[in-house]
């Protein structure tokens, strides 16, 4: 078994455990009662993933170094880094929904390597190793065949968007425009489930305007699945890219259309 094998091994039984530890604290009747409570709540189930990931990832490739800033973005220092995003869609968790996931991809040299998407409440693993394919629970995945948009389904999400006017009229301007080609747009976080869907088919494509580093994972899966992704100017993606596209390739280009008209 080469060594990246074993790496991926690995990671996948530690993100399984640090997804167990999860859903000991994981309720679907959870409501905060407010801000303070869930913001206490948000960062203890970080802590409680970090805490199982951290010395578990260590122990399995010493060298590379650790980063868990879900929300960064820009380009990364070169060598191997172990890219956490703890909790996904933390705020659905916190409020009782099961969308919620435990991401991790090792990136080495600035592009992702090995990816893992583990989705506890259905109990479903996302693999991706560069050049070996991508898999859900073992089991090959294949991005959609679809080549018309027309019976597309679709989606975004953009949960950073703040005050910034401009970036919330282009997202507004996207989804009318896909709304009108599209059979159906979904708007939902965490992103990285939403990739996980395009890689296994179940959705078609999937916009982002705010590329940040954590999404590595999802983007992985989707290529690895047979499916394209680029910058929005139809570049190849990377992790300094502004914007991007993954789609099924028999759908992409109409997109990339749309999205840049």
Excluded at 66 to 82: I, K, R, T, V, Y
Excluded at 131 to 143: D, I, K, M, W
Excluded at 164 to 184: C, I, K, N, P
Excluded at 244 to 254: K, N, R
């Amino acid at each position: 078994m080469s060594q990246d094998l074993l790496t991926a091994t690995a990671t996948a039984a530690a993100v399984r455990e640090a997804g167990a530890r999860m859903l000991e604290r994981y309720s679907p009747t959870s409501r905060p009662s407010g801000l303070t409570e869930l913001l206490a709540s948000l960062h203890a189930n970080d802590t409680a993933v970090t805490d199982v990931l951290r010395p578990a990832l260590t122990a399995i490739r010493p060298e590379a170094r650790w980063l868990d800033d879900e929300h960064g973005s820009g380009p990364m220092p070169a060598g191997e880094w172990w890219l956490i995003d703890p909790m996904g869609g933390n705020m659905n968790a916190v409020q009782g929904m099961p969308d919620w996931n435990i991401g991790v991809s090792l990136v080495r040299d600035g592009r992702p390597v090995l990816a893992v998407l583990f989705f506890p409440v259905l109990d479903e693993l996302f693999t991706a190793r560069e050049g070996g394919g991508a898999h859900l629970n073992g089991e090959p995945l294949r991005v959609s065949a679809k080549t018309s948009l027309d019976g597309a389904l679709t989606g975004t999400g953009q949960a950073q968007a703040g005050q910034d006017a401009e970036l919330l009229a282009r997202m507004g301007a996207s989804f009318t425009a896909m709304s009108e080609a599209a059979l159906y747009v979904r708007i939902s976080v965490p992103v990285t489930h939403q990739l996980a869907q395009v890689a296994a088919g179940r959705m078609d494509l999937h916009w982002q305007f705010d590329n940040v580093r954590s999404h590595a994972a999802g983007v992985l899966l989707v290529q690895e699945a047979g499916g394209v992704v680029t910058d929005l100017d139809g570049g190849p993606w990377d992790l300094t890219s502004r914007a991007y596209l993954a789609a099924a390739p028999g759908v992409h280009a109409a997109a990339l259309k749309i999205l840049t008209a």
